[in-house]
């Protein structure tokens, strides 16, 4: 069975999420900073519109040779 265009981006978002939070950050006194879930999503969200842009270039180049 074929995935949708739609479910083929919402699991690379969820993956670029998951990559997001296992980078969690360590202060010099040995803990973790709060994870700030608004600013992951929004990193996902331009990781995403730059892999869509990059995909369509690709095809682009190709479509043309």
Do not use: P
Not at 4 to 29: D, G, M, N, P
Not at 36 to 42: A, C, H, Q, T, W
């Amino acid at each position: 069975m074929e995935r949708t265009e739609q479910e083929k981006w919402s699991e690379r978002y969820f993956q670029v999420c998951l990559a997001l939070i296992s980078r969690t950050s360590i202060t010099h006194y040995g803990t973790s900073t709060a994870l700030n879930v608004g600013d992951i999503m929004s990193k996902a969200d331009r990781i995403i519109h730059a892999l869509q842009d990059k995909e369509k270039e690709m095809f682009a180049k190709y479509e043309n040779d």
